[in-house]
Nanobody, 124 residues
Framework: VQLQASGGGLVQTGGSLRLSCAASGGTFGRYGLGWFRQAPGKERESVAAIARSGGRTWYSDSVKGRFTISRDNAKNTVYLQMNSLKPEDTAIYYC??????????????????WGQGTLVTVSS
């Protein structure tokens, strides 16, 4: 499956962005999906994940209550709604697809397919 992330940009502290990740070439509903990010000079970290059916989600503590992951299986797209953005949210955001697990998982090693990333910059 191929993943194409979009929606990044420059936003002020407290602002919102919605990232999208469109999938093609596979059966979308068979994949768990996740969003990851990597800030300059830091390791990649898991941000949010959603199960195949969309019924279960997982969030990192750093974004819980501010970010919402969702998926539209009819549109083969996963979203990350980001509210109350902070400068520390600045990073390249990647979407990824996991073909093996039913539930959401934050572990990057289970994700087989990755999008190219979209840059989010939050100014203070």
């Amino acid at each position: 499956v191929q993943l194409q992330a979009s929606g990044g940009g420059l936003v002020q502290t407290g602002g919102s962005l919605r990232l999208s990740c469109a999938a093609s070439g596979g059966t979308f509903g068979r994949y768990g999906l996740g969003w990851f990010r990597q800030a300059p000079g830091k390791e990649r970290e898991s941000v949010a994940a959603i199960a195949r059916s969309g019924g279960r989600t997982w969030y990192s503590d750093s974004v819980k209550g501010r970010f919402t992951i969702s998926r539209d299986n009819a549109k083969n797209t996963v979203y990350l709604q980001m509210n109350s953005l902070k400068p520390e949210d600045t990073a390249i955001y990647y979407c990824a697809a996991d073909p093996t697990r039913l539930g959401p998982t934050p572990y990057d090693y289970v994700y087989s397919y990755w999008g190219q990333g979209t840059l989010v910059t939050v100014s203070s």
